[in-house]
């Protein structure tokens, strides 16, 4: 197996446009989760799915974040408008439950101007 | 490429015994490592980072780059230790960007 895919890898946008980040977990995983890395405050936990459905959305920073999981081998997270704060390593993570090992994408690192 | 290796996916062991997760890595130049634990149903956090060498709930981690190894050890585990524990190292990637890879956890259980 290829691993967590995430694309694009690098992603460099104008403030205010819109940016979609995609994960394709491990076959077989029914947890997939997206993350958000800066040095500030380290990594934070966005939103986890289950069998493609959200179940914790808390993380999410506000409603310029959205995230879709139309399929088991799926996801994409959403930002517009884009903001600079928004810049950062956005990671997704897939497993096959939920409270074991995490196996983690790339990341896609996101810059904002 | 950088890696990060988790040898142990689960680990049991007795109340007030020590406890050590291991955590090799593979990189060319000078890594930053970190741990991360994961409570049940509580999100990911930052544990400790090598480079402030703190100690934080009485675990420790020392940077041996001649083993290339961060483990994570604590001289005697308490119950609410029970966790997923994550090793992380973030370097430069051939662009010159800061890239954080995980392993892939051990999950660590406290026997009462």
């Known amino acids: 197996d290829a691993g967590v895919i995430q694309s694009p890898r690098h992603e460099v946008t104008e403030m205010g446009q819109e940016v979609t980040l995609r994960c394709k977990p491990i076959?077989?995983?029914?947890?997939l989760f997206w993350y958000r890395q800066t040095m500030m405050r380290g990594l934070e936990l966005l939103i986890y799915?289950?069998?493609?459905?959200?179940?914790?959305d808390s993380g999410m920073p506000e409603d310029r974040f959205s995230a879709k999981m139309p399929n088991a081998s799926f996801s994409t997270l959403k930002i517009q408008p884009s903001e600079p704060r928004d810049s950062a390593v956005y990671f997704c993570?897939?497993?096959?439950?939920?409270?074991?090992?995490?196996?983690f994408g790339p990341g896609t690192r996101l810059t904002v101007t | 490429a950088q890696r990060v290796t988790q040898p142990e996916k689960l680990l049991s062991v007795f109340k007030g015994a020590p406890v050590e997760l291991k955590c090799n890595y593979s990189y060319s130049g000078s890594p930053e490592l970190f741990w991360y634990v994961q409570y049940s149903r509580q999100r990911l956090q930052l544990l400790l980072r090598h480079i402030s060498r703190e100690s934080i709930k009485g675990f420790t981690a020392d940077l041996n780059k001649g083993e290339t190894s961060f483990h994570l050890k604590k001289p005697f585990a308490q119950e609410e230790d029970s966790a997923m524990y994550y090793c992380a190292l973030s370097g430069l990637d051939n662009f010159g960007n800061e890239k954080l890879t995980f392993g892939t956890g051990t999950r660590l259980t406290i026997i009462p």
């Open positions: 076959s077989g995983h029914d947890y």
């Open positions: 993570a897939s497993s096959w439950d939920r409270e074991y090992e995490q196996y």
């Open positions: 799915f289950n069998n493609n459905v959200p179940i914790d």
